[in-house]
Every structure is written in C-alpha cells, then in structure tokens.
C-alpha cells in the first residue's frame, strides 16, 4: 500500500512539474528514458559514485559506509570484488572519478555546513589491480570562501557530490542546497593541502549529485534531482581550465525505479550508467542512458 501511495505521490509531482519547474537557463529540451540494468547488492544500497574502469562497474557507499570500492557485476547486481582503501575514512564518500592511471574518491560530503576536513583519496590503478588493500595518497580540501562553519540542515552552498577529472586537474562541482546552483572549483590532482575559489557558478535549479567526463568525446554529464525528479546535464565546447563555459543543456531523465539518482559513469560507446540509492519501497539500482 506504501509503494503504491509514493508513486502515486511521484507521478502526481511529475504531472505538476512538466512545464516550467525545471525550467532554467539551462533550457529542459527533453525528457530521456533509461534502460533498467539491474537491481544492486544490499551491500551497495547507498551507492554514490560510479566508474567504468576498463569494463569494470566499481562504485562505493556514502556516509558511514566501510572506506570500500566494490565491483558490480552488472548481470545480476551482485559484488564481484571489494578493495579496501586501508588508510581512508568514509565520512561522507560522494563521488569517484578517474584518469589513465588513478582513481579518485572523493569524501566531499557537507550538507551540514560544518566540515573542515574533505578529502579526496587518490589511489594508483596499477594498486587496485593487484591488492585487495591499498594505500591512498590524500588530497585535501576546503573552499576560500567559506568563512562560517555554523551546523546547518541543507542550507549550504558548499556542499558537493560531484568530481570529474579533465587533462591536468580535478574539477569539483557544487550541491547548493541554499541557492540551487552550482559552482565550479579546479583541484590539482597532487598530494596537498588547497584553499579552493570559484571559477564560475551556475543556475542549475536543482542538487547536482554526480558527474562523469567521457574524454573522447570531450563531453561531462552530470547528475541530480529537483522535486523528486531526476535530470542530466550535458556540458560539451568547454575551456580545459573552465568546464562551465560551455554550451550547458538540460534535460529531465524518466526511470523505473529508485529516482535518487546519486552516480555516474561515462562507457566507451558514449552512453552512461546511472547508480541510484535505495529509497522507500525501491531497491538500489543501475540504469543507462543514451545520450
């Protein structure tokens, strides 16, 4: 009866919402439907970061979780491999990205306004390959402009679930809770200590909470949600050193299932995988979407 209530819930949102909520600079052209993978591991319930590493599925919990990176085997949902990230904290794990040689996961969560520690681990692929324990090397963060760290709820504009990495550095993007855009910071991709300042923001109308660059087609997507539902945004004829100076589009993604859209994973044929966390009366998911 619950799950019955809550879609009839959702659909009434989305009937309400078609026209002009999700309406914003960035003009919604379209709505995109995804194809349902597979249900995930109760062991991933919380899933919040994506990669395709070589045909390997690997994501990771949020806040709480063990400092873990899974393998999914995406016929059945199930874990095909873990690796412990022995010298990690999963405070609030995000997002993970990669590059040729390393992956990164980002522990940047702050939806509560009080952090002074995010931390981004970066460890060696040649590593992960080998080991089911790794040692990471730790970017750490905080943002110049953040002079308040007065405990809040989801209120901040200096929370953040996204990072992607483009030619010689990470690029963070921002979850305002306060404002609903959001902004753009450059991380180097060395061990270290950075003081972060915007590059640009940008009035996204809604939560940004994830995001992936598929380097051959030069193209970064991300993720998030607005009144419960799901959209994506494609970024594409940007500036190396500026990912928001591109043409930015929009546009709002139909699934059959979790609409907690958290992950996000750039394939070699141009397509995606969206991971989504388990949420009242739906299990954690894998969809994709073709762009």
Known sequence: MFRILFLSVLISIFSNCQSDDLDTSSSVT???????????????SETSGIINFDGRIITHNDSGGEHALYEIDISNGSIK??????????????????DDN?????DIGNNSNNRKDQTIYKISKTDYLKNKEVIAEKIKISYLEQTKFTKSNKETNFDAEAVVSVGNNLFLFTKNWGDLKTSVYKIPKEKGVYKLKTIESYDINGLVTGAAYNKSKKTIMLTGYSSFIPFVVKITNFYEENPLSGKIEKNRINVNGSVQIEGIAANPDGSFYLSAEEMTGFTAMLYKLSY
């Open 30 to 44: 379209k709505s995109i439907k995804t194809i349902n993978i597979t249900s995930l591991d109760n062991a991933v």
């Open 81 to 98: 491999r873990t690796v412990i990230i022995k010298n990690a904290q999963n405070k609030d794990w995000e997002d993970i990205c990669q």
């Open 102 to 106: 390393f992956i990164y996961i980002c």
